[in-house]
């Protein structure tokens, strides 16, 4: 190499090209849709009447006026029945994400039994619904 000039390395090197992956679901278990009345809560106090969209093991989407930051922690309260059982559960969860009318949380308590149990049922009588109107 010539004295005084400086060869620039970089030019020679193949640059290289961050290919990123497809998005990713980053919750646990499959997402139900729901339609479920929910009220929100912090330390006792109501904060939120809403209604659950969607639920998973791991967390769900809550449609409510909820002016909430992430990482604030809350309680869910689900008030509902499937068929011929009643489901009341309490479910701590803080948020993870914040929509103009929706808050994303995620569980406290991934996959506890009560969640799971009325997921499951909530699966269960939407295939039966479909089934019912599909033969009539």
């Not at 990713?24 to 009220?39: A, F, T």
Request: glycine share 6%.
């Amino acid at each position: 190499m010539q004295q005084g000039k400086q060869m620039n390395m970089n030019a020679l090197v193949p640059q290289a090209r961050t290919i990123l992956p497809p998005a990713m679901e980053h919750r646990w278990g499959n997402r139900v849709d729901v339609d479920l009345p929910v009220r929100v809560e912090i330390g006792g106090k109501l904060v939120a009447i809403g209604s659950m969209r969607n639920a998973s093991i791991s967390g769900a989407l809550i449609a409510a006026r909820a002016n909430l930051p992430p990482l604030t922690t809350l309680t869910v309260t689900i008030h509902t029945s499937v068929g011929n059982r009643a489901y009341y559960l309490e479910l701590p969860a803080s948020v993870v994400r914040r929509e103009p009318d929706a808050i994303a949380i995620e569980w406290r308590d991934m996959a506890c039994q009560g969640l799971v149990d009325l997921l499951h049922a909530l699966r269960t009588d939407a295939q039966l619904f479909a089934r019912d109107i599909a033969f009539g």
